[in-house]
T-cell receptor, first 115, second 116 residues
Framework: GNSVTQMEGPVTLSEEAFLTINCTYTATGYPSLFWYVQYPGEGLQLLLKATKADDKGSNKGFEATYRKETTSFHLEKGSVQVSDSAVYFCALRDVFNFGNEKLTFGTGTRLTIIP | GAGVSQSPSNKVTEKGKDVELRCDPISGHTALYWYRQSLGQGLEFLIYFQGNSAPDKSGLPSDRFSAERTGGSVSTLTIQRTQQEDSAVYLC??????????????FGPGTRLLVL
């Protein structure tokens, strides 16, 4: 079956530090990959996505590249801000398994940025 | 435009009572999903609707859980005879359609359920 493994948290960084949150996946088909973010007191929001190998998703200074050879979709940001403090979820959807439209999520990584 | 809305935002109930949770998807979205977010289990899929049909109910944890969708729009998740382990945040999401590479799921704010 499908599964997502992501870096255990919590992660605490200083402002302007470089961020990497690791995510690897197992899928029976050829999945689309997503990063969702949950800011304190808010709902899940799509941060970025990639639908095929070597695609790079990007948004708000965050990037992630779909690496089929390593089954990975690591999230990176060059210089984090206090406002990036949130819980980040890696997820996949198996697009070729018709009728199986669900997202499979990782456990989430809590990120705290200190000034 | 309006996003996915859910009601109530918070619900406290006593063990053994039934509860109904409501989801209003984004207008025009034909696919609707329910997930559950709990401390012990993370984010889990419950059920998926395409129109009023539910092709995938595989995530419903027991027969105490049921869901319906009417008119291809509003959905209700019902939990009968609630147990303390049902305490969680119940999230609803919708997407424009199903299948294909570009179908992004948009999430509502969730209903926080506490069973005493």
């Amino acid at each position: 079956g499908n599964s997502v493994t992501q870096m255990e948290g919590p992660v605490t960084l200083s402002e302007e530090a470089f961020l990497t949150i690791n995510c690897t996946y197992t899928a029976t088909g050829y999945p689309s990959l997503f990063w969702y973010v949950q800011y304190p007191g808010e709902g899940l929001q799509l941060l970025l996505k990639a639908t095929k190998a070597d695609d790079k998703g990007s948004n708000k200074g965050f990037e992630a590249t779909y690496r089929k050879e390593t089954t990975s979709f690591h999230l990176e940001k060059g210089s984090v801000q206090v406002s990036d403090s949130a819980v980040y979820f890696c997820a996949l959807r198996d697009v070729f398994n018709f009728g199986n439209e669900k997202l499979t999520f990782g456990t989430g990584t809590r990120l705290t940025i200190i000034p | 435009g309006a996003g996915v809305s859910q009601s109530p935002s918070n619900k406290v109930t006593e063990k053994g009572k039934d509860v109904e949770l409501r989801c209003d998807p984004i207008s025009g979205h034909t696919a609707l999903y329910w997930y559950r977010q709990s401390l012990g289990q993370g984010l889990e899929f419950l059920i998926y609707f395409q129109g009023n049909s539910a092709p995938d109910k595989s995530g419903l944890p027991s027969d105490r859980f049921s869901a319906e969708r009417t008119g291809g729009s509003v959905s209700t998740l019902t939990i009968q005879r609630t147990q303390q382990e049902d305490s969680a945040v119940y999230l609803c999401a919708s997407s424009l359609g199903a299948g294909g590479f570009q179908e992004t799921q948009y999430f509502g704010p969730g209903t926080r359920l506490l069973v005493l």
